[in-house]
């Protein structure tokens, strides 16, 4: 995958208060027309928030954004017709049909005669969801809902498209499926920024924003990210018993962080410790607390990894 061409989405100092609490705190990107860019952050990081500034749903409190070279706060019912929008919850209308909803999408962004029909069949075709055309929204699985939405979210052909968590609750193989569609959307120019949860999605993304309390904390392609634990040392720990290894692992002064990973632990040793080091280290807390683990191997760190670090790092006061 590649990126490139002029600035799609450009956003200076976006700040979001609502009261005391600062949702977003001068936040400042910028992202090129054809890339695929992800928006990382735990729960209440500003995701949303700034998605929906950046739509022109939502005033900023503070600084600027342009969107697809027109000016959110200027022209938001411009923006509007530029992007298309697949929010986090659900948007389609779940007691009418599949094509039901496509004509509802296409009346709503003015498609009318042969375009409509034209964006029609390639939404059918996209999809893959010719033979379930008659069938109730709410009847179709996850995946295909999710596909439906996309497709929705393309039907006028916009510059800029903003996913919201587009794959929440859609199984692996559908996931993969649609981040394809995503992939061939972004190689044919169309800027695609997205929310996830999920690591293994920002891999397929070309640059990745790390948020965090508001702030963008870290930015960089997915390899570029994973470099920042360079010269670390991160032991994978195999055990039945993570929580009690991570009680064990927290009092060790060669453990920087101490993670739950897949079946087992990540240790990220601290900055100068060497493998062997820590790998003792770990194995005289894990027996010491009577933890039974298998020998601590040393793996590249994964994006999960950096994700981790960096957030915790930032939630240290």
């Known amino acids: 995958m590649?990126?490139?061409?002029?600035?799609?989405?450009?956003?200076?100092?976006?700040?979001?208060?609502?009261?005391?609490?600062?949702?977003?705190?001068?936040?400042?990107?910028?992202?090129?027309?054809?890339e695929i860019y992800g928006f990382l952050g735990p729960n209440g990081a500003g995701k949303s928030t700034t998605i929906r500034m950046l739509c022109g749903l939502l005033a900023p409190s503070a600084g600027s954004a342009r969107v697809a070279g027109v000016d959110v706060a200027r022209a938001p019912d411009e923006v509007k017709?530029?992007?298309?929008?697949?929010?986090?919850?659900?948007?389609?209308?779940?007691?009418?049909?599949v094509e039901e909803n496509l004509e509802l999408h296409g009346a709503l962004h003015g498609l009318a005669g042969p375009r409509f029909r034209a964006r029609r069949d390639w939404a059918v075709a996209t999809s893959r969801l010719g033979d379930?055309?008659?069938?109730?929204?709410?009847?179709?699985?996850?995946?295909?809902r999710q596909r439906l939405a996309l497709v929705c979210a393309l039907l006028h052909e916009p510059e800029v498209v903003f996913l919201d968590e587009p794959t929440s609750g859609v199984d692996p193989l559908m996931r993969r499926a649609f981040f394809a569609l995503v992939d061939a959307l972004a190689?044919?120019?169309?800027?695609?920024?997205?929310?996830?949860?999920?690591?293994?999605?920002?891999?397929?993304?070309?640059?990745?924003?790390?948020?965090?309390?508001?702030?963008?904390?870290?930015?960089?392609?997915?390899?570029?990210?994973?470099?920042?634990?360079?010269?670390?040392?991160?032991?994978?720990?195999?055990?039945?018993a993570p929580g009690a290894a991570l009680v064990a692992l927290a009092r060790v002064p060669e453990v920087a962080e101490a993670t739950a990973f897949g079946a087992g632990v990540h240790a990220l040793a601290a900055a100068g410790v060497g493998a062997e080091a820590a790998r003792a280290a770990v194995a005289a807390a894990l027996a010491r607390d009577g933890v039974a683990a298998s020998a601590a191997e040393q793996v590249e760190p994964s994006l999960e990894d950096v994700f981790l670090e960096i957030v915790r790092r930032e939630a240290r006061p």
């Open 81 to 97: 017709r530029r992007i298309g929008y697949m929010s986090q919850r659900f948007s389609l209308y779940g007691d009418l049909g």
């Open 187 to 240: 190689a044919a120019g169309v800027t695609v920024f997205l929310t996830t949860h999920f690591l293994d999605e920002a891999e397929y993304c070309h640059r990745i924003g790390l948020v965090a309390g508001g702030r963008l904390v870290a930015e960089g392609t997915p390899t570029a990210l994973k470099t920042r634990l360079e010269g670390r040392v991160l032991l994978d720990v195999r055990t039945d």
């Open 132 to 144: 379930r055309l008659s069938a109730r929204v709410d009847d179709l699985a996850g995946g295909f």
């Open 2 to 34: 590649s990126a490139g061409g002029s600035a799609a989405v450009v956003a200076s100092g976006l700040t979001r208060r609502f009261g005391a609490l600062v949702a977003v705190d001068r936040v400042s990107l910028s992202v090129a027309r054809g």
